[in-house]
């Protein structure tokens, strides 16, 4: 469904390469955050990839971003100066959340994704559901009630119930599914992101291993 695990991990051969200046390591794209130096010498995150200008790219992962805001890494792939906001890792986190919570709105728009546990439920027993959503920090008691439906990409646990309830008009929420098609490629790959940043391995649910 997508060429990155949950855990923003790349599968072998997929997708274009491109290295981390803080790790080293060279993978996909969508495993990886991509920057691009402003004309006033701003770095700036360009989380869809789509910004002009000579790409610079981290691992989407906290410690990596860090180690580049820390190490003067940015400056170093750019030769040249630059200037680093003080709450660059926040913005990414928070950025690449937004675009979770926009994309799974989009697809419940286009009748791909419910939320509710009974809704989820009876998407999951017919088979409807592809992708299983949990907040991270709802009940575990009653996440532990639902199971998704199998495989590393059919499962997401890295949104909060409020970020999750954003994605449905709603105050919170702690269960959503995802239908096949639509958006859900993309969902899968930017939660994987997400999850990377937040530390989630996610590949299953806690304690549903």
Do not use: N, Y
């Not at 660059?88 to 989009?106: F, I, K, P, Q």
């Not at 009630?145 to 929420?173: N, Q, V």
């Not at 639509?182 to 996610?202: C, D, I, K, Q």
């Amino acid at each position: 469904m997508s060429g990155v695990t949950r855990g923003g991990r790349d599968r072998t051969g997929e997708g274009p390469e491109r290295r981390c200046i803080a790790t080293g390591r060279t993978g996909p794209k969508a495993g990886l955050v991509r920057f691009v130096i402003g004309p006033d010498g701003q770095v700036v995150p360009d989380l869809a990839g789509r910004l002009p200008g000579r790409g610079i790219w981290v691992a989407a992962e906290r410690g990596a971003l860090e180690r580049a805001v820390k190490k003067g890494l940015f400056a170093r792939a750019a030769r040249q100066p630059v200037e680093v906001a003080p709450d660059l890792v926040d913005l990414v986190e928070a950025g690449l959340a937004r675009r979770v919570v926009d994309l799974v709105s989009l697809a419940r728009k286009a009748g791909g994704a419910v939320t509710g546990f009974d809704k989820v439920k009876d998407w999951l027993e017919k088979g409807r559901a592809v992708v299983l959503i949990q907040a991270a920090d709802g009940s575990e008691r009653g996440k532990a009630k639902l199971r998704p439906p199998g495989g590393p990409d059919s499962f997401i646990g890295c949104l909060t119930a409020r970020e999750l309830g954003l994605s449905f008009g709603r105050e919170h929420a702690i269960h959503g599914a995802l239908a096949a098609g639509g958006l859900t490629a993309r969902v899968v790959e930017e939660a994987a992101r997400l999850a990377s940043m937040r530390g989630h391995s996610a590949a299953e649910p806690p304690g549903r291993t």
